[in-house]
């Protein structure tokens, strides 16, 4: 208990500190820690209480925690004190050696972190002389920081970043995001954007994308402040395309293809942004390629360049050709055809397995099997020269959605096999999901078994890596093996999420494949009038989005529509039968 100097009980104190503390343990314990170390309490003789120096009234109580705190620290000898100071520029946690280079100091502050531990301001973690050491409370190193005169502060943020600079090989996770973090403390936005577009790369290289939104955002508003030179404007187009594919990982298509459109324009290149300019653009670059492709036609193609080299023109429409191969094919075929050209006069082999392969799918959905054959085999020889997994994947998977067009199953099953694995071993997980669907689908059509754990496959992975679209493509796999076992509540309810996840996407591939294997499973379960109404659905958005010849999406939904036409043909024959006529014919 509190006493007076003469030992009776003090309880004006401790209604005085309650009163101060308003409620806040911390705030409390700040207020007897900082009476103790000014002398204004002490222990008693015995141990087991507090006495007062003096009349309780007249005890300075600090307003607010900050004046607290700063109280204590103002009554530490000048070597803590600046300890502490330059501690508070760190961070929460900081290390001994980092903190002895920071005060250019010839042997570790050991004397001043006993006496910052002593007064509770600090905290040791673990044992050692090397043991780092944590503030005892977030507004304690907060308090400390703010109280710094600016350029005191600064000079210590460009000192940290100076260190950590010098140690980064031997530096732990997350060195890159701290630099940059002290960089732009300092006022030195130069080396702060170079190192917040590296810690972005970090972040990607770990799947990590949203934190890779926050660095490479950051790193576009210092960008962005600064001089409109050339420079500055290739440096703002390439974050604009790196965050494309951050936000595209995520499942933000919308967005992607927002930020890929700028990074474009800055580079000089724009897209139509309306549906007729779409279409005008699209009717120009497709008879440009009917006269280069043309039989008996020669295409120079120059030598392919290093990917150090690449075209980041190429490298946008790359993407945003993913994107819009989920959102809208009109467009997507645009980009393959602008990928394509581009790639033949000055593109790495990556850019032209994409814009040969890519467009070998879009023609085999349209029929124009001769030329998908041959754009498809350009593609994989092309990634079978590159010596680059990833690319070597691409090929197999165009070629593989060929041969499965084709009727070649043995052969696209191996295909699309040897990609899936490709992709999983480079770490391209979105890539993997898609090839690893289109096996699942051939696998099934050739009897195999290993289809059936892919949905399985696809919701661990996609849950590991944080890839929006690997677990987007495990509900439609996993419907169409629940419909293969009967369970056809099981395939209805995973079917139903498939299409509801990827309309919110929105990615009208996987949402016309879900629609598809819903009217057939629907059909399967006998429930005529239910399928009509899926497979109605699947149609009108295959028409309305030109979703055509991609994960068979037509022939399943027109395959569809001609189990459900028969099943009216029992029930009202005439128009019916003519139904049905029409959507075998189409399936076949």
Known sequence: GLQRPDGAAAPALGEAL?????????YLRELVLALRSSGSITRGADGAGWRLAGDAEELPLSEGVEGVVLARVDRLPDAARGVLKAASVIGRVFGVALLQRVLDLDDPPTDALRLLVEARLVEQRGEGPEADHVFAHPLIQLSVYTNLLAEQRAQLHRRVAA???????????????????????????????????QAGDDAVAVAADSEALDQYRQALRIAEAGPASRVDRDRIAGLQARLGPALFRLGRNDEAADRLARAMALHGARLPSTPAGTALALALAAVRFVIREAPGRSR????????????????????????????????????????????????TEQDRVIGDGGLSMLLDGLGWMGLADRLS??????????????????????????????????????EAREGAALFLDAGAIRYWALTLGLHALIDRQVGGRAWLESGERLRVVGLETRDAHATLVA??????????????????????????????????????????HRAESAAEADRVDEAIAWSTRGLRLARERWVLGTWPTRLRVAAASAELARFEADRRSGTARARAREAVDAAL
Do not use: K
């Open 475 to 516: 509900d439609p796999v996993d419907g169409i093996a629940a419909a293969h076992r009967g369970a056809h509540e099981e395939a209805a309810r995973c079917l139903e999420c498939a299409v509801a996840d990827a309309a919110a996407v929105p990615d009208h591939v996987i949402e016309v494949l879900a629609l598809g």
């Open 377 to 414: 085999d350009r593609a994989l020889q092309a990634g079978r020269r590159s010596g680059q997994p990833i690319v070597d994947g691409f090929a197999r998977m165009f070629r593989a959605h060929y041969l499965h067009h084709a009727g070649r199953l043995e052969d696209g099953e191996r």
């Open 18 to 26: 309650d009163r101060r503390a308003a409620g806040n343990p911390f």
């Open 163 to 197: 260190v950590i600079e010098a140690q980064r090989q031997r530096a732990a996770d997350g060195v890159h995001a701290a630099l940059a973090y002290h960089y732009a403390a300092a006022a030195d936005l130069g080396s702060a954007l170079r190192w917040l577009e």
């Open 300 to 347: 120079p193609v120059r030598a392919a360049r290093g990917n150090r080299d690449r075209d980041p023109v190429c490298a946008i429409l790359e993407t945003r050709g993913w994107i819009d191969y989920f959102r809208d094919l009109r467009a997507f075929a645009l980009d393959l055809l602008l990928l394509s050209r581009l790639a033949a006069h000055h593109g």
